[in-house]
């Protein structure tokens, strides 16, 4: 396994998160519609956080990651996740610098781009396969997540993923962003 999130560095995730979901909660009534029942919320709340916030139970390995991955996404992804008919999810740039703005070539990857890996989690459940997004249960979500990580050099065969897991994974690009934590007032420019 890669290195790995201190309880720090994930409680300062969860108080972000904390921290917007209050501001919402602090809007006014708007006078139209009707309140949205749990089992609707349900439905579209399928957001995962950077820290986890979401993950269902369940969990998946590489290798069942990758037999799922070669009958649900080879054709568009390559069999290494190079690219095929669309775009690569494998690769790293030398010595994971990031040096996108000079040199332009660089494919832009999960393995070199991507700052939190539960966000791999969400978009595999959210959008893929293309013709079917949203069908994937949590176990090949799961198993698909590692078995991407893998191609890109993260995790190892054997490695498994559950929700306590996926959100420890550091990526190689975690530290190339900044938090957005503009409030929408005149500090946006
Ligand atoms: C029919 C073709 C097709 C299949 C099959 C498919 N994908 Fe995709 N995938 C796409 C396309 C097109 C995009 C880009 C969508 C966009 O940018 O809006 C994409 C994007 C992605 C991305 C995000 C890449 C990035 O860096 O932005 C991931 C991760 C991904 N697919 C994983 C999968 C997995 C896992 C499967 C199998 C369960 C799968 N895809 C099956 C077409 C496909």
């Known amino acids: 396994m890669p290195g790995l999130l201190n309880e720090a560095e994930l409680a300062a995730l969860a108080e972000a998160r904390d921290r917007g979901l209050r501001s919402i909660e602090g809007l006014p009534p708007f006078g139209f519609g009707a309140p949205a029942d749990a089992d609707r919320i349900a439905q579209w709340d399928i957001d995962i956080g950077p ?4 993950l269902p139970a369940g969990r998946g390995s590489v290798e069942r990651g990758e037999a799922l991955y070669r009958n649900q996404c080879v054709q568009c992804h390559g069999s ?3 690219g095929a ?3 690569a999810l494998a690769g790293r740039t030398p010595g994971d610098r ?14 070199s781009y991507w700052p939190y890996a539960t966000t791999l989690y969400d978009y595999i ?7 079917a997004p949203g069908t994937l249960p949590p176990d090949d979500v799961y198993a698909l997540t590692a078995f991407v990580l893998h191609l890109n050099g993260i995790l190892e065969p054997g490695d498994q993923l ?3 897991s996926l959100p420890r994974i550091v990526m190689p690009a975690r530290d190339r962003f900044v938090r957005d934590d503009r409030r929408g007032g005149p500090e946006v420019r």
Not at 51 to 54: A, I, N, T, V
Not at 125 to 131: C, E, G, L, N
Request: a negative charge; proline letters at 6%.
């Open 51 to 54: 820290d986890g916030e979401g």
């Open 162 to 164: 559950d929700r306590e």
């Open 85 to 87: 008919d669309y775009e």
């Open 80 to 82: 290494r996740g190079e």
């Open 98 to 111: 990031f040096e996108f703005a000079d040199h332009r070539s660089h494919p832009i990857t999960v393995g």
């Open 125 to 131: 459940h959210r959008a893929m396969p293309q013709a």
